[in-house]
């Protein structure tokens, strides 16, 4: 997905679970030939779009006045909307405190959202990467992050997830395959802190 100038989504590629919001099976990118463009990008049907964010086959939608859409896959509640069913068109979401987001990081089946005040909700798959404990398999209402606090940025692996204080700590939580999380164990229910000090976190 591309956010143009004017706040419009344009997107490309698989849709399988509906991840581009469409009935098409696939949408190709345009290419060009003697500076002509060849085909066309589908365009997602909302404007005055701020951020996007997509996991594998989950997308929101930050909208410039505070809302929120998402859609696609939510076999394991990742799109925060209450179910499980498949999200096969944008969905405004709604839950306690959803005007205070600022940020959101989605992996393969779990989505993150930073609050203003530096706590984390998160909902999904909850084999230890939502940082909550093994009190529920699957969360479909965002729930706060209890050991979390003052946190300014949050990423996302498939099936981990990494937060970053006002003072550069850093916690981790997930599943901790190849070392993926820094630290000697198989994972952690909860977040973990690893670190701390000058910050060289690369993302793409």
Same mark, same amino acid.
């Given at each position: 997905? *591309? &956010?143009t100038d004017e *706040?419009?989504?344009?997107a490309c590629g698989s849709n399988d679970y509906s991840a581009l919001s469409c009935l098409s099976t696939f949408i190709y990118i345009p290419y060009y030939r003697s500076g002509t463009a060849i085909g066309n990008f589908m365009q997602i049907p909302i404007t005055n779009v701020n951020k996007i964010c997509h996991g594998s086959y989950h997308c929101f939608l930050m909208l410039k006045d505070g809302s929120i859409y998402t859609w696609g896959s939510n076999a394991s509640g990742e799109c925060g909307v209450g179910h499980k069913n498949l999200c096969?068109?944008?969905t405004k979401l709604? @839950?306690?405190g959803i005007n205070n987001v600022t940020d959101i990081s989605a992996g393969y089946s779990h989505t993150? @959202? &930073?609050m203003n005040d530096g706590t984390v909700y998160a909902c999904g798959q +909850? #084999? *230890?990467q939502l940082g909550i404990g093994g #009190? #529920?398999?699957q969360i479909t209402v965002p729930e706060e992050i209890p050991s979390l606090s003052n946190i300014e940025k949050i990423f996302t692996g498939d099936y981990s997830s990494f937060f970053i204080t006002e003072n550069d700590e850093v916690y981790v939580c997930g599943t901790n395959v190849n *070392?993926? &999380? &820094?630290? +000697?164990s198989d994972g952690a229910d909860d977040a973990l802190r690893i670190g701390a000090g000058r910050r060289r976190l690369v993302t793409n």
């Open positions: 997905m *591309g &956010l *706040g419009r989504v344009d096969k068109t944008p709604n @839950f306690e993150l @959202f &930073l +909850n #084999s *230890g #009190s #529920s398999a *070392g993926c &999380l &820094l630290y +000697n």
